[in-house]
């Protein structure tokens, strides 16, 4: 059982947080404007990579905030934490 | 015979404890194992094998044994227990297993547990160095948790008769766990074992608490609990197992590790046999034929494979008349069952027993899965922990270390050094103790194996197999320990290859001519030993094993017979049967009393979130299909919801309370999906919005009065509110008392009949169920339950979420284009509308199915086909049957389905296969009943 | 005529006594209060006489013209103001006042969990058996206040003194709460 350090109420178990996929993936401003390929490229498309992976959890068994998370696909620790918002920190893998 | 020594071991010679093994009955003492009791009866055949069905004995003392396996009959019948790690009790009925057990079929009536427990360091293993490595940190003033498997501390000090500090070492020992047992925040478990270390410090401990009592066991008393340990740091001294030699037919029983055969007589006073070869590479076997032939073993020889044997205990075993041949080998044995003969050379020596030493393993199971890297020590013979890491530290022979003050040393360092990185500094330093043991800590020669029969020389006993079945893995060309591990199965029984991986390898890296350095070894995997799913179950069993979500009205229901149906985690009243009805017979009644009187169901699990904020109405205008920030205060409006994928998720009504306050209803599923939803895009998307979501699924007991003559029971119980169809409009809600209890009664209907919704606080849903049941009572005011409700709301066309969708269904094939907003610029779900595959004319579109025959019911789920007769396959599947029911109102079977085109298709006749026959129905529009609305208004 | 969700267990929950006094404690008045603005904040406070908690999984208490009032940290703009039966009504009102324009919520969630008391030296041992939290005195001390999950259901836990646990659940899962605390109190119960 992973801890995942909750920005807001510290290290906790994973049972606790709910994934959310991917970061960084805003919703785009005009969907009206985008062709059928760009709407499904935001809708089904997201990234695999093995190594540090920007991703969203939420502390849902917790205080309920969204935030996001670097980790490493292929050892799941995850390198940093920061709250909706913040840029995606440097993390060394 | 006897094999019971007069003095020494651990064991209480006064108490006998009488037990029976394979149908006979013996006698043994509190202290033994199953083994030793066995063997001090002279009984070595425990088992037959696997596949072979060859007899199989005691080979090692511990949890590493091979071959051991029992069934325990009584108290419970348990399989494949090691007799090495059954603690004796009285009344013990066990028999040996060939290779495998049988489960019981009854449940276990025993109690098993779990528990959390938090502690700056932890150590695995209560022998020399991790009391010493405890004691360190725990004079820190770290929080210290110490587990060990046995039912005792001292590790490997329990299978010697040595000196610590010219004082037995049991003295050493019992000082070091007082002291520990004295500390604040020290734990000490024993007959735990770590069996699963993970990542962040957790680490997974089986703790056997009861089953030495057998019967006396308390019921109360968990019988097994799993640790869930969170520490900060790890010190693993989890010791070093004795590894065989592998020659021809070593499988016998009386074929024994000779340390295992050392600490038999140590610790449990039980001698092997009469007369026994020790076969070793290496030092430490001399000590046990030393210390069994002052015990009056007959030691025909030490054969030691080393071309010279090591002179100082060379000369000792010549001082008590013992032979030793160096230079010698072990070329196989003879016996019926049991060892009889040994061959040495051309030499056949007639024993009872032959103790073997190949040298040892370090124990780095749990090292390698908290992802520790491994090492080949060629001196060793054996994969030792690589670098250390940052929260686990390794010490004593878990290191490859063998000289006990080495070890000591070792888990001081490692206490000390583990409590530093936890934060704390070093209390008194605990002082290490000089052994006198004999055997110098020398390494031996590495031999995996003595060339012979290649099909009768075991590598893994408790698999059958061979070194033959090895080099026809290697021949095969498998090169990979991972792929011989699966391929010959060894490694994969009981004991995980304790004894056995090391010796595969070497046999492996000889047979491909390669270094053992460069080989990488197996992967260590949880559990360390086996795990009962009992244990891993704990208490969540029977009640507990799924929470059962109940209302403030549960107790009317189970008091008036209700059936239940469980949704999600709720038990929801499923019908009401009345004396001799069934479920068809229950649901007509409901049904017809409620479209032709008044019903009422309880409808406290629908999800309910309070929305609130000055950009609510533009937030639920981007969730909801369709628009929201234009309804009236006071009014109410259904809803659907869609993923950005433009697939419904769920459905329910938004009530407007206050210019920036709506409350939304949620299907009883989606509750938290819904409110998690919501958090999702305001958290992610839109923190600019003034919007904040609170549940109040609970706070509110909601229930449905449904029926022509529910305005009647209303007006009885709510005397201040005018329920007239002009003061009271469809789709409006008012506040208002209930049976004298501020209540909020919204006008919606899920039935097409009249229909209200009362919502009071949880604590008053209740009293207000009864007092409309009073209230209802003159127009035969009947409960319904679930099945009703899906029958009612069928009837009207009014899909449930997940029951005719399916995460592929949109709001257009629903039938519902109407709830789709074509002003708002955007809405989550709006751009996936205009996508192709969204557009297709074949998409599958919810629709009604008459049978042709008013009597069938169609089984939901079922396909369905476009012709009478079913052509080749591939047959096309037109779509499926989402709902299914006989209906007291239109006087006939009828269902719902999704059908390719079905909107197109309504008047066709299609077909469906029901058994073996086709059933023709008639596609129709879905809504079945009281097309033109006229019920609603009561 | 008002039912508590534990009602029925009351009994049974007295049971548990040599090891644990555990009492519901019914009808709690109980706010759910969305608010990040540090005046609204002590405003509200200031109106309820106690100081919003500023810490994280924390509680504060108080005690003003609606007596005893706690105020539970539940998320970074998420509280849970606590106090005596019969308020919730008029507290809500005089937090909408406080709260005035700012952006913010105020809930009656009162029905939505229940309290339920555990007064016993073992209460943290026996919590220990399903929550993952380190209840340890050191690391949870008076004043804390975590939500997190117990066994199989959420729960809110406030350590309300050294030998006092209080735990916030959901009214559907209280009956859940209240079997699985009554079974990990059996072995407690027979060995004492
Ligand atoms: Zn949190």
């Known amino acids: 059982m992973q801890l995942i350090p909750c920005p807001w109420c510290g290290p906790r178990e994973e049972a606790e947080f709910h994934y959310g996929g991917q970061a960084h993936v805003a919703y785009p401003g005009d969907p009206s404007a985008l062709s059928d390929e760009e709407w499904a490229r935001y809708v089904f498309f997201r990234e695999n990579p093995s190594g540090p992976f920007a991703e969203r959890w939420s502390h849902n068994a917790g205080c309920r905030r969204w935030f996001n998370a670097v980790r490493d696909t292929r050892t799941h620790d995850l390198l940093a934490v920061y709250r909706v918002g913040e840029p995606m920190p440097e993390v060394t893998a | 015979m006897s094999f019971r020594t007069d003095t020494g071991g651990a064991i209480d010679r006064n108490t006998l404890l009488r037990f029976t093994f394979n149908g006979v009955e013996h006698t043994g003492h509190p202290g033994d194992t199953l083994a030793s009791a066995l063997l001090a009866n002279g009984v070595h055949e425990i088992g037959s094998s696997v596949k072979l069905g060859r007899p199989r004995g005691v080979v090692a003392a511990g949890s590493e044994d091979p071959t051991s396996l029992v069934q325990v009959e009584a108290p419970f019948s348990e399989p494949m227990l090691l007799a090495t790690t059954v603690e004796l009790y009285d009344g013990l009925v066990a028999r040996g297993l060939a290779g495998q057990g049988k489960l019981s079929s009854e449940p276990d009536p025993a109690r098993y547990d779990a528990k959390h427990e938090h502690c700056d360091v932890l150590v695995v293993g209560a022998g020399p160095a991790g009391l010493v490595a405890a004691l360190t940190a725990a004079r820190s003033g770290a929080r210290v948790v110490l587990v060990d498997e046995q039912n005792q501390a001292g590790g490997a000090l329990l299978g010697v008769d040595e000196y610590l500090d010219d004082r037995p070492s049991a003295e050493w020992v019992a000082d070091i766990v007082a002291e520990l047992k004295s500390t604040p925040d020290v734990l000490v478990l024993e007959r735990t074992t770590a069996f699963g270390m993970y990542q962040d410090g957790f680490v997974l401990a089986l703790q056997k608490r009861t089953d030495h009592l057998g019967f006396a066991a308390p019921a109360s008393v968990a019988r097994q609990r799993v640790w869930r340990i969170r520490t900060r740091q790890t010190v693993l001294a989890t010791g070093a197992h004795e590894r065989p030699v592998v020659f021809a037919d070593n499988d016998r ?131 030792v922990p690589g670098r250390e890491l940052a929260t686990v530290r390794v010490a004593g022979s878990a290191t490859g270390e063998l000289d006990l003050t080495a070890c000591t040393r070792q888990g001081r360092d490692a206490g000390a050094g583990a409590a530093a990185a936890a934060g704390f500094t070093s209390g008194s330093q605990v002082p290490l103790p000089a052994s006198d043991s004999r055997c110098t800590a020398r390494s031996g020669l590495v031999l995996w194996r003595v060339p012979g029969n290649d099909d009768a020389s075991f590598v893994d006993l408790q698999r059958d197999s061979t070194v033959a079945d090895v080099l026809r893995a290697t021949g095969a060309g498998l090169r990979s320990l991972e792929h011989i591990k699966r391929y010959t199965t060894i490694g994969t029984a009981h004991d995980q290859g304790k004894t ?124 909801y299909t369709n628009m929201m920030s234009n309804l009236k205060v006071g009014k109410i409006r259904y809803g659907v919801m869609c993923g950005v994928d433009g697939m419904v998720i769920d459905d329910g009504t938004v009530i407007r309370v206050g210019e920036e306050r709506y409350i939304v209803t949620t299907t009883t599923g989606n509750a938290a999906k819904v409110l998690d939803w919501m958090e999702e895009w305001l958290q992610t998307e839109w923190p600019h919005l003034d919007v904040h979501c609170t549940s109040v699924t609970e706070h509110w007991a909601t229930i449905p009065l449904v029926g022509p003559k529910s305005r009647a029971v209303l007006a009885a119980v709510a005397p201040s509110l005018d329920v007239s169809n002009e003061a009271f409009e469809f789709m409006t809600w008012h506040d208002t008392e209930v049976a004298g209890v501020p209540a909020r009664v919204c006008r919606i209907s899920f039935s097409g009949e009249l229909a209200y919704e009362i919502n009071v606080t949880a604590w008053h849903g209740l009293a207000v169920w009864e007092a409309l049941m009073a209230a209802g009572e003159r ?78 019911l169609l089984p939901e789920g ?7 007769r079913l052509p080749e396959p591939p047959v096309r599947m037109l779509g499926h049957v989402t709902s299914s029911y006989p209906s007291a109102a239109l006087g006939r079977t009828f269902a719902l389905a999704l059908v390719r085109s079905g909107h197109e298709r309504i008047g066709e006749t299609l077909y469906v296969p029901v058994e073996d026959s086709l059933v023709p129905v008639t596609v129709t529009e879905s809504v079945l009943y009281d097309k033109e609305g006229a019920r609603r208004d009561g | 005529m008002t039912v508590s969700p534990l009602a029925a267990w009351r009994d049974r929950l007295a049971a548990l006594a040599p090891v644990l006094d555990v009492a519901e404690v ?29 810490a994280a999984c924390t509680f504060t208490s108080g005690t003003g013209r609606f007596g005893d009032v706690e105020v539970l940290w539940l998320g970074p703009d998420e509280f849970l103001v606590t106090a005596s039966p019969g308020l919730r009504v008029t507290i809500e009102e005089v937090l909408r006042g406080a709260l005035g324009t700012v952006r913010g919520s105020v809930v009656d969630t009162s029905a939505q969990r229940t309290t339920v008391v555990l007064q016993g030296a073992q209460g943290r041992e026996v919590l220990a058996h399903g929550c993952s939290v380190d209840l340890h005195p050191a690391a949870a001390p008076v004043g804390t206040c975590v939500q997190t999950l117990l066994a199989r259901t959420g729960i809110v836990l406030q350590v309300t003194g050294e030998d006092t646990l209080t735990v916030l659940v959901r009214s559907s899962f209280a009956e859940y709460f209240a079997a699985w605390l009554a079974d990990a109190c059996t072995e407690y119960l027979a060995v004492p």
């Open chain 2, 253 to 383: 029983p009386g074929i024994m590790l000779a340390s295992s055969a050392r600490t038999f007589l140590h610790h449990y006073g039980v001698l092997p046999g009469s007369r026994a070869v020790v076969f070793t590479t290496n030092d430490s076997a001399y000590c046990a034929a030393i210390d069994l032939a002052e015990s009056g073993v007959d030691i025909a020889v030490v054969v030691d494979a080393r071309p010279e044997a090591p002179a100082r205990l060379a000369a000792e075993c010549a001082a008590r008349g013992i032979e030793v041949r160096a230079g010698q080998l072990v070329t196989g044995t003879e016996g019926p069952g049991r060892v009889t003969a040994v061959q040495v050379g051309d030499d056949r020596i007639a024993c009872d027993a032959l103790l073997v030493s190949g040298g040892w393993n370090p124990v780095v199971s749990l090292f390698s899965q908290a992802r520790g890297t491994l090492r080949y020590d060629a001196e060793l013979g054996a994969f």
């Open chain 2, 500 to 623: 056995s991986g090391m010796i595969a390898a070497g046999i492996v890296a000889e047979a491909l001519g390669v270094e053992l350095s460069e080989q990488r070894p197996t992967t260590f995997r949880p559990p360390f030993t086996s795990v009962s799913f009992a244990a891993l179950a704990g208490r969540d069993r029977g009640d507990l094993h799924d929470p059962v979500r109940v209302t403030s009205i549960h107790p009317w229901h189970v008091q008036h017979g209700a059936l239940f149906e469980n949704v999600g985690q709720w038990k929801r009243p499923w019908y009401y049967p009345q004396p001799g009805e069934d479920l068809h017979a229950a649901v007509l009644r409901e049904c017809r009393a409620t479209r032709e009187s008044v019903g009422m169901m309880d409808g406290s699990t629908l999800g309910k979130i309070d929305v609130q904020g000055r950009d609510a109405g533009e937030f639920l205008d981007m969730l």
């Open chain 2, 779 to 856: 127009y035969g005011i009947t409960p319904y339950g679930t099945e009703t409700m899906h029958v009612l709301r069928a009837e009207k066309g009014y899909p449930i979420i997940g029951q005719e969708t399916d995460a592929t269904v949109t709001p257009q094939d629903l039938g519902m284009s109407w709830a789709v907003s074509k002003k708002k610029p955007d809405f989550i779900g709006k751009r996936s509308f205009a996508r192709a595959e969204n557009n297709r004319s074949d998409r599958k579109q919810l629709v009604g199915l008459l049978p042709v025959d008013p009597a069938v």
């Open chain 2, 862 to 868: 079922s396909q369905i086909v476009e012709t009478d």
């Open chain 3, 26 to 54: 019914p009808f709690r008045s109980q706010l759910t209060v969305r608010v990040s603005d540090p005046d609204a904040i002590a405003a509200m406070g200031a109106t309820l006489g106690v100081l919003f908690p500023s």
